[in-house]
């Protein structure tokens, strides 16, 4: 199952939310150099569709439609984040509660 939220990975449940983001990122940053590249290609492949529909929008309808976008930007890519960094997530937390 794809988690959508950190808060739904049993091994980041008893940290706070903040402390999740902090080891994903360390797990993120442990991805090897293939993984990144294929990690910021999906990623460019979910936010093409909402660049392209911003492209039709034109006046004052723009300024909130790009509020929603950019608000919209994590729950895109944080499943991702989250779905590539599974493997590195026991060694991101040890490195986290070293780092502590």
Not at 5 to 15: D, G, R
Not at 39 to 56: D, G
Not at 73 to 84: A, H, K, N, R, S
Request: net charge positive.
């Amino acid at each position: 199952m794809i988690a959508l939220f950190s808060s739904q990975v049993t091994q980041l449940k008893s940290f706070k939310i903040r402390q999740r983001q902090q080891i994903i990122a360390i797990a993120v940053s442990m991805l090897t150099p293939m993984q990144k590249i294929s990690l910021r290609i999906i990623k460019l492949i979910l936010l093409i569709p909402v660049f392209l529909s911003l492209a039709y929008i034109e006046g004052w309808l723009l300024l909130p439609v790009l509020l929603v976008a950019g608000l919209s930007y994590p729950l895109l890519t944080t499943p991702v984040e989250i779905q590539f960094s599974k493997h590195y997530l026991s060694k991101a937390i040890k490195q986290f509660e070293l780092g502590e």
